[in-house]
């Protein structure tokens, strides 16, 4: 179970792959931990050296007070910091939700660090700030277990709630467990932000992957952030919503391989 000091954290990470190989470094959603990448694995590491991590405030990586909010330099400073801590040069970066979100800030402020960007269910802003406001409230009041029903709804398909209950089962428990500080923080960051002068910056190759039944991040707002970064190359995923890398692993890897390829 690999840890290092990257910056002002201990970050649980996992490094795996030929050591030659170029470098895939996964970024997960709001409320999960890197297993959300397990169905990446098998398509990336015959040819990629793949990096996982738990962002600031998830999984095992440290929980800094998250009421007052992480933003999203800070949460891109992490990346970069876990990059130098390891001694990696430039790497693909693919982020998914509020990791494309972090993707966005590192290609706009740090695009040299990148061999390219994949951004994955992802905006330049996600809702509204009241909408984040209601969340968060329900989360003080009562706990990660007062939204964890409706958070796991929109995630995926109601095909996929029906057809993969025991996926369901291990998504809900990864956002239950969660530390609700961590959540805060990062909402907040989430919260009323808007990157479209990083995705303007972008000039990273970028793919763009958006899911057709994805109801946090509706097509439109994707497609906007598509158009925003000059030459990205975009794919929707048919019969997916919010977590197309879980829902279907197989028309995600093969998006994110054929564009790495």
Same mark, same amino acid.
């Given at each position: 179970?690999?840890?290092?000091?990257?910056?002002?954290?201990?970050?649980?990470?996992?490094?795996?792959?030929?050591?030659?190989?170029?470098?895939?470094?996964?970024?997960?959603?709001?409320?999960?931990?890197?297993?959300?990448?397990?169905?990446?694995?098998?398509?990336?590491?015959?040819?990629?050296?793949?990096?996982?991590?738990?962002?600031? %405030?998830?999984?095992?990586?440290?929980?800094?007070?998250?009421?007052?909010?992480?933003?999203?330099?800070?949460? +891109?400073?992490?990346?970069?910091?876990?990059?130098?801590?390891?001694?990696?040069?430039?790497?693909?970066?693919?982020?998914?939700?509020?990791?494309?979100?972090?993707?966005?800030?590192?290609? %706009?402020?740090?695009?040299?660090?990148?061999?390219?960007?994949?951004?994955?269910?992802?905006?330049?802003? *996600? +809702?509204?700030?009241?909408?984040?406001?209601?969340?968060?409230?329900?989360?003080?009041?009562?706990?990660?277990?007062? *939204?964890?029903?409706?958070?796991?709804? @929109?995630?995926?398909?109601?095909?996929?709630?029906?057809?993969?209950?025991?996926?369901?089962?291990?998504?809900?428990?990864?956002?239950?467990?969660?530390?609700?500080?961590?959540?805060?923080?990062?909402?907040?960051? *989430?919260?009323?932000?808007?990157?479209?002068?990083?995705?303007?910056?972008?000039?990273?190759?970028?793919?763009?992957?958006?899911?057709?039944?994805?109801?946090?991040?509706?097509?439109?707002? %994707?497609?906007?952030?598509? @158009?925003?970064?000059?030459?990205?190359?975009?794919?929707?995923?048919?019969?997916?919503?919010? *977590?197309? +890398?879980?829902?279907?692993?197989?028309?995600?890897?093969?998006?994110?391989?054929?564009?790495?390829?």
């Amino acid at each position: 179970m690999p840890f290092i000091r990257a910056g002002d954290l201990t970050v649980h990470y996992q490094l795996e792959g030929d050591p030659g190989a170029p470098v895939v470094m996964l970024c997960n959603s709001l409320g999960t931990d890197l297993h959300m990448w397990d169905a990446q694995l098998p398509a990336l590491l015959p040819k990629f050296r793949v990096l996982r991590y738990d962002m600031r %405030g998830h999984g095992l990586t440290d929980l800094p007070p998250g009421e007052d909010g992480y933003s999203f330099d800070m949460l +891109a400073g992490d990346a970069l910091a876990l990059l130098d801590a390891l001694k990696l040069g430039r790497v693909h970066f693919c982020g998914l939700s509020i990791g494309g979100m972090i993707g966005q800030k590192l290609g %706009g402020k740090a695009g040299n660090r990148f061999l390219s960007l994949a951004l994955c269910h992802t905006a330049m802003s *996600i +809702a509204t700030p009241q909408i984040w406001a209601d969340r968060l409230a329900m989360v003080r009041q009562g706990g990660m277990a007062s *939204i964890v029903e409706s958070v796991v709804q @929109r995630w995926f398909t109601a095909d996929f709630h029906k057809s993969h209950p025991e996926t369901i089962a291990g998504f809900r428990n990864m956002l239950l467990r969660g530390p609700a500080a961590g959540y805060i923080g990062c909402s907040l960051a *989430i919260s009323g932000a808007d990157l479209s002068s990083d995705a303007a910056r972008i000039s990273n190759p970028t793919l763009v992957v958006l899911g057709e039944g994805d109801k946090s991040v509706p097509l439109e707002t %994707g497609r906007a952030l598509a @158009r925003a970064v000059k030459g990205s190359r975009l794919v929707e995923i048919k019969n997916t919503s919010h *977590i197309s +890398a879980a829902e279907q692993p197989a028309a995600f890897n093969a998006a994110l391989t054929g564009f790495l390829k």
